[in-house]
């Protein structure tokens, strides 16, 4: 690894300004100061400026006048000190969100729940230019604004957390295929009608949940209540959610190794192959816990799920696949997920 970067220091000026005055070359300062020639020159060239006279008592304070000739270019280490640090307290500042219509972009996109990714790129479409990161800092800027706009993102956490599994026991799931046994096409998601399932809990009193499954190529959502836990009732379900599907659009699905997936053979109905990831490894689902992730938004974990209504659920999935996403070249898994299914010939295209 290279090492790590760091701006010129006031010792640092004062060497370069050294060493002009004694008429010394910029890589020979650089030498001096551990840098190379080039930052010399960019520091020169940034920082220096003519002296409108020959005289020193017009050094280094008097501007060049009207009439005046050409003056050789004066450097010196305490005026561009000021100037660095003047340069580096103004750095960074989102200006674009002092722009009413850039303000209101975005809000509006949070609001609609969208990621900053989604809003940057539709804000591009509308003529206005807006990188992702740059809505992460004006949201995350002030106190104020982090406590109003972090619960509209997909994850509240102030800091991006890597996600890792651990070394454990094997399941015992019979009848058990492991992810490592899965074919590399469903890996690269190079092929439509592979997915990945889990089940979202509701209260801790209760043992209703939500079943949820995602296509991996298209991040298209289904979901579906659960009146229970068991096996039976997710077998069941599963069975409903994938029969209505074309066969090309339900060729695979990739479990976790929960009690309520021991009778996934059941999916053989459908000629379905199931696979499990590895146990306490749930980055090997990563499209099935994103997507989770958003439903938790609207379904925040520890609400109970007795008042849902199949409507109300239909309606939170259809939000949730009408997002646009970098992935898919900015349309919706909605539309990318008709499109599969009405074309079983069609290609996936993914954007690298």
């Not at 690894?1 to 010792?11: C, P, V, W």
């Not at 005026?79 to 200006?95: D, L, Y």
């Not at 990945?196 to 991996?216: C, F, P, Q, S, W």
């Not at 199931?274 to 099935?288: C, K, L």
Request: charged share 25%.
């Amino acid at each position: 690894m290279g090492e790590a970067y760091s701006h010129l220091s006031l010792e640092d000026r004062v060497e370069i300004e050294k060493g002009l005055d004694a008429k010394e070359s910029y890589a020979r300062i650089g030498a001096r100061i551990g840098r190379p020639g080039s930052t010399v020159f960019r520091e020169v060239t940034r920082n220096a400026w003519r002296p409108g006279n020959e005289s020193a008592a017009y050094t280094p304070y008097r501007g060049q006048g009207r009439h005046r000739t050409m003056t050789r270019l004066q450097y010196r280490a305490g005026p561009a000190q000021r100037h660095a640090e003047r340069r580096a307290a103004n750095t960074h500042r989102p200006r674009l969100f002092t722009r009413d219509v850039v303000v209101g972009l975005v809000s509006d996109g949070l609001r609609r729940g969208w990621s900053p990714a989604m809003i940057a790129a539709r804000a591009a479409r509308a003529g206005i230019g807006v990188s992702h990161e740059s809505i992460y800092a004006w949201i995350y800027g002030t106190r104020t604004r982090a406590a109003q706009w972090s619960p509209y993102l997909v994850r509240g956490h102030k800091r991006r957390r890597a996600q890792h599994g651990r070394r454990v026991h094997r399941s015992h799931i019979p009848f058990r295929v492991s992810i490592h046994d899965r074919p590399q096409v469903v890996e690269g998601r190079a092929e439509f009608g592979h997915w990945e399932g889990d089940t979202v809990l509701g209260a801790k009193t209760g043992r209703d949940g939500i079943h949820t499954e995602v296509e991996r190529s298209t991040r298209y959502l289904m979901a579906a209540k659960v009146t229970d836990l068991r096996a039976a009732t997710t077998a069941a379900t599963q069975l409903g959610m994938f029969a209505g599907l074309p066969a090309h659009a339900a060729r695979s699905v990739t479990l976790d190794n929960g009690a309520e997936n021991h009778r996934h053979h059941q999916l053989d109905a459908l000629a379905m192959p199931v696979y499990f990831a590895d146990p306490y490894s749930s980055w090997q689902r990563g499209t099935n816990e994103n997507l989770n992730g958003i439903l938790r938004r609207y379904l925040p974990k520890g609400a109970s799920l007795t008042g849902l209504t199949d409507t109300d659920l239909a309606d939170i999935i259809t939000e949730i696949n009408n997002r646009p996403l970098k992935c898919l070249d900015w349309d919706t898994p909605a539309e990318r997920f008709e499109w599969l299914c009405s074309n079983p010939h069609a290609t996936v295209a993914l954007q690298s």
